[in-house]
Nanobody, 116 residues
Framework: QVQLVESGGGLVQPGGSLRLSCAAS????????MGWYRQAPGKQRELVAR???????NYADSVKGRFTISRDNAKNTVDLQMNSLKPEDTAVYYC??????????WGQGTQVTVSS
């Protein structure tokens, strides 16, 4: 079991930046992978970025070159640096921790709104 708590969401203008942070209730060293999903109103939840225990990353095509995921095993945190934000990035962002093959644990979500 692991509890995940997100922080860092908010309102930002197009072209701006935000940094989301996910704090885990226990060590993430042995967790296979952690990542971020998002869900916009009326849309399905989608994977934004994922990082494995070895540091391998993958990103949704829509955020490549703009978002960076990082993992700090010492602090039990996973961050998502979001740059050059667009209105279409507006969504609730969820932190997730993978079990063997699927994300088994979720945070409560944090709202990101990109608007002028």
């Amino acid at each position: 079991q692991v509890q995940l708590v997100e922080s860092g969401g908010g309102l930002v203008q197009p072209g701006g930046s935000l940094r989301l942070s996910c704090a885990a209730s226990r060590s993430i060293f042995s967790i296979n992978a952690m990542g971020w999903y998002r869900q916009a109103p009326g849309k399905q939840r989608e994977l934004v970025a994922r990082i494995t225990s070895s540091g391998r990353t993958n990103y949704a095509d829509s955020v490549k070159g703009r978002f960076t995921i990082s993992r700090d095993n010492a602090k039990n945190t996973v961050d998502l640096q979001m740059n050059s934000l667009k209105p279409e990035d507006t969504a609730v962002y969820y932190c997730a921790a993978w079990g063997a093959t699927t994300p088994d644990y979720w945070g409560q979500g944090t709202q990101v709104t990109v608007s002028s």
